[in-house]
């Protein structure tokens, strides 16, 4: 069974940074985190949950929701494999949220993922912006 667990959440003041982390785990032999598609969301409370960005396994490609587009930056870690990152910059209060990584092995779009929601998910990490 696939497991994701997030790390790296925490107090940032308004326009400081922080980078998230995600690692995977429980593969089937042969596999890896290169086999799925990789999202990060978040969910705020009293607020639906919001796709962020995503490395979509069918093209490589990363895309960026509106509201992150230019401060978020979601990499993989090029040493190792089943590590992903979200690296958050120019935070604003309203980014306070709980923030979840999920992957998805199927193949869909990245409207898909960002609406209906990944297979395999993590318990999630608070970050919370506050001066």
């Known amino acids: 069974q696939v497991q994701l667990v997030e790390s790296g959440g925490g107090f940032v003041q308004p326009g400081g940074s922080l980078r998230l982390s995600c690692a995977a785990s429980?593969?089937?032999?042969?596999?890896?985190?290169?086999?799925?598609?990789i999202a990060w969301f978040r969910q705020a409370p009293g607020k639906e949950r919001e796709g962020l960005s995503c490395i979509k396994k069918a093209d490589g490609k990363t895309y960026y929701a509106d509201s992150v587009k230019g401060r978020f930056t979601m990499s993989r870690d090029d040493a190792k494999k089943n590590l992903v990152y979200l690296e958050m910059n120019s935070l604003k209060l309203e980014d306070t949220a709980v923030y979840y990584c999920a992957a998805e092995k199927s193949s869909y779009s990245v409207y898909y993922y960002f609406t209906q929601g990944m297979h395999h998910w993590g318990k999630g990490t608070q970050v919370t912006i506050s001066s």
């Open positions: 429980g593969f089937a032999s042969g596999f890896s985190l290169e086999d799925y598609s």
